[in-house]
């Protein structure tokens, strides 16, 4: 029997898998876990998505998208921050 994995850790992988343009295969690799489990949380994710309404579908959607522009948002100013460390060592 395999490591159980988190909740949490299932909804990232499934959200990196869908929105970074890496092949499966790169996810599974990188998260130290199965292409066929990786397949069957995604599988999992839009049964789920299907069996709940057109609104809730847009919520999530919704709350996915802003929790990814804050992640987006927080790599975009940890690499200014080391633009400037770094502009400032060159001098």
Known sequence: MGIRRTEEFR???VRIALTSGQ???QIA???GIG??????????RNHDEQMTGADDGKEREMAR???ENKILREERDILKKATVFFA????
């Open 29 to 31: 690799d990188d998260l």
């Open 88 to 91: 400032s060592q060159s001098r």
């Open 65 to 67: 998208l802003r929790k």
């Open 35 to 44: 292409l066929s489990t990786l397949g069957k949380w995604i599988a999992a």
């Open 23 to 25: 092949s499966q295969k």
């Open 11 to 13: 909804n990232e992988a």
